[in-house]
């Protein structure tokens, strides 16, 4: 069921939004009028598509707003599961192209930086307890994880690196880690995603040593992102709701996955 949550018990907004992402297996929906959000979720994936239109129409309904009242409509545009990606621009388009009004397209790692960087702030009441650098974790299935660096500037996230595909053992850190104020830097560093449990035991030994936060992107980070995005001029016109690949494959062939499952077993050995 949506919830309502007074904005001011999460961080100030102003303007009206539409927000959503399907990019991974949570469905996430959120409206904010300027003084409440109302916040929904659900299957995410080949789900959504059945889904996503009928529980944003609800959240506006509660919200007392129509698609043409909003200022922009913020979707989450990838990287992430091909059919939630289509989904959501496809729905981005539909709905602004209707309304008039503009979309933000929102990159699935900054909406997961800025969801840590919220829960890091709301967890320590002094700045010098929180991650300066961040690094968001999204797996991407078949073996790999999608990978960005941010660093915080002013309670903003700003990306340090493109987003990338690395293999879970080949995350590299140094980098990002001299960027990080202070000689204890693994403490000023944050990971945040939702690989923790999935490659477990492939990470690298330093991942211990920082702060580590499982969460996903979601409408709540996008809405606290939109009004910024809208000031700096980055709506645009419905028809470019466009997702955002990083992978250009959707699927292995069958000797890709013999390869990987070789490769696995040479790493890992044979459980059996």
Not at 30 to 35: E, F, K, L, P
Not at 195 to 212: G, I, K, M, Q, S
Not at 232 to 247: F, H, K
Not at 261 to 266: E, H, M, P, V
Request: aromatic letters at 4%; charged letters at 15%.
């Amino acid at each position: 069921m949506p919830t309502t949550v007074p904005s001011t018990a999460l961080t100030p907004t102003t303007g009206r939004f539409l927000a959503f992402d399907t990019s991974t297996d949570r469905m996430s929906i959120g409206v904010s009028d300027g003084a409440q959000q109302w916040l929904h979720e659900g299957a995410g994936g080949p789900l959504s598509s059945a889904t996503l239109i009928p529980a944003i129409l609800q959240l506006l309904a509660d919200a007392g707003l129509r698609l043409d009242q909003l200022d922009a409509i913020a979707f989450g545009r990838g990287p992430g599961s091909f059919t939630g990606l289509r989904t959501a621009c496809a729905v981005a388009q539909g709905l602004a192209l209707g309304a008039g009004v503009p979309v933000l397209p929102v990159d699935s790692l900054l909406a997961l930086a800025e969801e840590a960087r919220f829960q890091w702030a709301l967890a320590n009441t002094s700045s010098d307890n929180a991650p300066q650098t961040i690094t968001a974790l999204l797996d991407a299935r078949m073996d790999e994880m999608y990978v960005q660096h941010f660093r915080l500037n002013k309670g903003a996230c700003e990306a340090l690196t493109p987003c990338v595909l690395v293999r879970p053992e080949a995350l590299q850190l140094s980098a990002v880690l001299q960027s990080a104020e202070g000689s204890d830097s693994e403490a000023k560093h944050g990971l945040a995603g939702n690989v923790f449990e999935v490659y477990a035991a492939r990470l690298p030994a330093l991942v211990t040593d920082c702060n580590r936060l499982t969460v996903l992107p979601g409408a709540a980070a996008m809405l606290r992102l939109a009004p910024a995005m809208l000031a700096a001029g980055v709506a645009l016109d419905a028809s470019q709701a466009l997702p955002l690949y990083i992978r250009d494959k959707v699927a292995l062939t069958t000797d890709e996955r013999a390869e990987v499952k070789r490769r696995a077993l040479l790493e890992h050995g044979n459980p059996s």
